[in-house]
């Protein structure tokens, strides 16, 4: 199987598990769409976009888990929870090594780390999921412009930020 074919498989795993959630379905179409721009953009390699894209797609795998251990979704119960769902999805899609799936889960369980990010994976996913944030939370452009300069260290997603919000 290519790695496209692959990825749509995922994207069409992971619509059937959060069936009837249209908005988290929305959500991570298109904090994977960012991430495979911002990835391409940047000039990462094919094997780190491919897991890159994965972990995209199934980044915000731990929000129902967390909502029904412990009643609601913050980000460090989403990482604890989140890779062993990744785990059952990615069961389902053919094309994913062991080495790639522990990579994988390891960006689920830091997707709301934001210290200490020294990898490109990691940093463009947090870059991908805040561009789709900063329109979904309703974000004041004060809170918009401290996150970028705190967090977004890629030159394309700084430029899609700025764009999208019209910001110096
Ligand atoms: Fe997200």
């Avoid at 947090?126 to 918009?144: C, K, R, W, Y």
């Avoid at 401290?146 to 967090?151: G, P």
């Amino acid at each position: 199987m290519n790695p496209q074919e692959a990825i749509a498989r995922l994207t069409r795993e992971m619509i059937h598990y959060d069936g009837g959630d249209a908005k988290r379905i929305q959500h991570f179409i298109k904090v994977h769409n960012f991430a495979r721009t911002i990835g391409l953009s940047e000039g990462i390699d094919e094997e780190q976009l491919y897991v890159l894209e994965a972990a995209a797609i199934l980044h915000d795998v731990g929000i129902h888990a967390a909502e029904a251990k412990y009643g609601n979704c913050h980000g460090k119960h989403q990482e604890e929870l989140g890779p062993e769902e990744a785990r059952k999805v990615l069961a389902e899609v053919e094309g994913f090594t062991g080495e790639q799936k522990e990579r994988i889960c390891w960006l689920i369980a830091h997707h709301h780390t934001y210290t200490n990010v020294t990898s490109a994976d990691h940093r463009i996913l947090l870059e991908a999921d805040f561009l789709v944030n900063s329109f979904e939370d309703n974000l004041s452009q004060e809170g918009i412009i401290t996150f970028r300069n705190q967090v977004f260290r890629s030159a394309s997603a700084i430029s899609i930020l700025n764009d999208m919000w019209n910001l110096q």
